[in-house]
């Protein structure tokens, strides 16, 4: 017979595996839990609860494309708001490891993307504005945390375009445009601008063997279009500067570079500008403004579409003008060791003078506000240049 000590210890021994049992089993489920965690998430986003067939990375693109279509459809806080779901998920991915870092770059970039849509689309809200810096920061750190992936993959363009895309100009010129009609807008923008580029220029400086020489240059000739528009917004004028890195654009010139247009674009206009309120250009920018039409003349010459930009042809022409009038007050009348006679000047600055004419009805025609007695530059070009053009 067994003694009271004997079934004491059976009675607890079974208490003990039963409990034991129970306790495995709480624990299997708390792990279920975790485990099925992101999958009821995605299903919750996703609208559906039956995605047996789907693996994984399958639901995310699916969650991502819900987002996108959002976007696309101007709905930007539940665009904001899936994609929000989306990062939680991918922080605790543990079985996407070959694509977690191309998932997490491109929901960190559509965030930026969707917020600075949505910035826009509310008039710069100062939240909004909050939001977008918060986004490129988090990206900027991701990218710095995760450096080496970010040169194998070649995301260099990717992040250059959406610099570009969240940098945008303040107007469409300086020379032609006043910005007096908005200012506080445009005054938002180029606090925006400024906020970007200095947390991407403080990175660069820290550290500049991680990034890029074309994001670096990016970054120069961006800072330095934000710096024209903030002094041009809160004065009406503009101190001048040298033109970060002006030999890029001559060493290995790529004609189709999609940011070459708008950098010449703003080039011209500020030395034109600065031409027009000194009355003269002082080295190196004389020749600098020289260097940048005979490049803008080759680009013109081999693309239709840039030809027929009636802005940029304006600039152009006027730009080829104030050249031609320095070869006159200076008496050089050499190009490229061709010497020119005076009246070969003169029928130049006439011809380029008809073409500006010529430009300014079209865009006339294109900007129903447009008033060009309004624009600084239009009264050097009334006053001064018909003493060229009329015989």
Known sequence: MSSYYDEYNEENNYDDFMMSDEEDYEMEAIEMEDETDQDSVISQLKGNDDYSSLTPLQELENVFNNA???????????AIERLLELEKILNNANNLSEDIFEWKYKVRSELIECSFSNLIENGYDLKDTNDVKQYWISLICFIKDNITQFKVTNKND????????????IARSFLFESTDHDFKLSFARAELNNSILSILQYEIESNSNMWSKTIQHLVKIRTFSCKIWLEKIKTGHILSYNIPDPDWYFKEVNYSDKYM????????QYLINEYINNGILEPPNKELLNRFLILLGIIKSRSLSVSQRSDLMLLYNFGVILSNISKLVEFEYCEDDIVLTKNEVLQRIQNNSWECLQKLEEIGSNYGNFNSSSFPWFSCFRVCIPQYVIP
């Open 261 to 268: 247009l708008e950098d010449l674009d703003l080039f011209l």
């Open 68 to 78: 996108t279509s959002l976007k696309h459809d101007n709905c930007f806080n539940d």
């Open 158 to 169: 990717f992040l250059c375009d959406l610099l570009i895309l969240i940098t945008p100009k």
